[in-house]
């Protein structure tokens, strides 16, 4: 099936600053990625998503870029709050057409 | 508007014990459902998904079974429990006929298998 890779595991970062996450996928075929944010003991929420027809989308002080070439996605989370601290998940599309596969999430942290 | 229920929230149970985790969704007719588990610093993995009744697909070889007896219900069963069954479970729902649609979680199961 899809394999999603993300990194980094764990990221701190200070409020104001910018916040990376960065995926990559391995079906070329994909075309579709979203971001769910998981605050802790709650279900994943989806923040933004993307399609394979656009290289980037933006949403406030969120955006996503696609780069298909090189299969990977990257979360960018400009003037950081302390309220955007919480587990973010990227995904893709499994196989089935149904499902997606998740990475394996980044903590991230925003100290004031 | 959609709302979708799962319960137990906690759940411990001694390893060999029966599980049973229900889930349902209102405000929508005939989504897909879908169970996953979070293991403590892990990713979500996906278990189950069921694009309508009595239609099971299973990602992963496991101890776990699931049922849809109804449209908007989604249960997740095991016979006897292993240790390794622990983890955050949690039950989505989306709607459409492939990806590409937002999948919306559930509160979450967090079972303990002692």
């Known amino acids: 099936g899809e394999n999603v890779e993300q990194h980094p595991s764990t990221l701190s970062v200070q409020e104001g600053d910018s916040a990376v996450i960065k995926c990559t996928y391995s079906?070329?075929?994909?075309?579709?990625f979203p971001w769910y944010k998981q605050e802790l003991g709650k279900g994943p929420q989806l923040i933004i998503d993307?399609?394979?027809?656009?290289g980037e989308k933006k949403d406030q002080r969120i955006a996503v870029t696609l780069n298909k070439t090189a299969k990977h996605f990257s979360l960018h989370i400009t003037e950081t709050q302390p309220e955007d601290s919480a587990v973010y998940f990227c995904?893709?599309?499994?196989?089935?057409?149904?499902?997606?596969?998740f990475g394996k999430g980044t903590s991230l942290l925003v100290t004031p | 508007s959609q709302t979708i229920h799962q319960w137990p929230a906690t759940l411990v149970q001694p390893v060999g014990s029966p599980l049973s985790l229900e889930c349902t969704v209102e405000?929508?007719?005939?989504?897909?459902l879908y169970w996953y588990r979070q293991a403590a610093g892990r990713g979500l993995q996906l278990l189950f998904y069921?694009?309508?009744?009595?239609?099971i697909s299973s990602e992963v070889p496991q101890n776990l079974s699931a049922s849809r007896p109804q449209d908007r219900q989604f249960i997740l069963s095991s016979k006897k429990l292993l240790l390794s069954d622990s983890g955050f479970y949690l039950c989505?729902?989306?709607?459409?006929?492939?990806?590409?649609?937002?999948?919306?979680f559930g509160p979450g199961t967090r079972l303990t298998v002692l």
């Open positions: 079906d070329s075929a994909s075309n579709y």
């Open positions: 993307i399609r394979s027809n656009v």
């Open positions: 405000g929508t007719s005939n989504p897909n």
């Open positions: 989505a729902w989306s709607v459409g006929q492939a990806i590409g649609d937002e999948q919306f």
């Open positions: 995904a893709a599309p499994s196989n089935s057409g149904y499902a997606l596969n």
């Open positions: 069921s694009v309508g009744i009595g239609q």
